[in-house]
T-cell receptor
Framework: EPEVTQTPSHQVTQMGQEVILRCVPI?????FYWYRQILGQKVEFLVS????????KSEIFDDQFSVERPDGSNFTLKIRSTKLEDSAMYFC???????????????FGEGSRLTVL | AQSVTQPDIHITVSEGASLELRCNYS??????LFWYVQSPGQGLQLLLK??????LVQGIKGFEAEFKRSQSSFNLRKPSVHWSDAAEYFC???????????FGTGTRLKVLA
């Protein structure tokens, strides 16, 4: 069964460093999302992306964050200058076009754990 | 604004006992509703979903949930809990149009042997 894959599974970085988290969505999906989960807290929406542009972003998604689809398969989240509070699990998700048979489901990857020291 | 409330932060049940996890949502239209389970340090596993039709939906691992429009609820149930069900459970509502999810704060389930 097709799945969303994320790399790295765990990254440790120093405060102030740039980090890129990578996601390979399911191949025929057109909509992509990033979510964040700080340890012990709920999963929060960061950004959605369609047709090579951001569709919606939350207030968490400030100028330190950016997303990109650099080629036909990858979808990346970049944090420009990491802060301690960026330590979290980051989930990528994707979905197909919402046709008649679509059930509203997002397909999540296993997550990338980011630890900022 | 859309929101999801899971009133119980922690629930402890004995193995073999029944379970009900509560979820209430605030949303103007018919929502897409989901339950996910997460073990510590792991990803999100979809248990079940509701988008239309029969209001009682069956999921994996013996879980079911019932959509009650009048109560804006989508409670998760299991008739007999197993020790392996100990985990965090998240309810989510999918917003029509964007289909982004809004998650609840989660309920941590502890199972006593």
């Amino acid at each position: 069964e097709p799945e969303v894959t994320q790399t790295p599974s765990h990254q440790v970085t120093q405060m102030g460093q740039e980090v890129i988290l990578r996601c390979v969505p399911i191949s025929n999906h057109l909509y992509f999302y990033w979510y964040r989960q700080i340890l012990g807290q709920k999963v929060e929406f960061l950004v959605s992306f369609y047709n090579n542009e951001i569709s919606e972003k939350s207030e968490i998604f400030d100028d330190q964050f950016s997303v990109e689809r650099p080629d036909g398969s990858n979808f990346t989240l970049k944090i420009r200058s990491t802060k301690l509070e960026d330590s979290a699990m980051y989930f990528c998700a994707s979905r197909p076009l919402a046709g008649a048979a679509y059930t509203g489901e997002l397909f999540f990857g296993e997550g990338s754990r980011l630890t900022v020291l | 604004a859309q929101s999801v409330t899971q009133p119980d932060i922690h629930i402890t049940v004995s193995e073999g006992a029944s379970l009900e996890l509560r979820c209430n949502y605030s949303y103007g239209a018919t929502p897409y509703l989901f339950w996910y389970v997460q073990s510590p340090g792991q990803g999100l596993q979809l248990l079940l979903k509701y988008f239309s039709g029969d209001t009682l939906v069956q999921g994996i691992k013996g879980f079911e949930a019932e959509f009650k429009r009048s109560q804006s609820s989508f409670n998760l149930r299991k008739p007999s809990v197993h020790w392996s069900d100990a985990a965090e459970y998240f309810c989510a509502v999918g917003v029509s149009g964007t289909y982004k999810y809004i998650f609840g704060t989660g309920t941590r389930l502890k199972v006593l042997a």
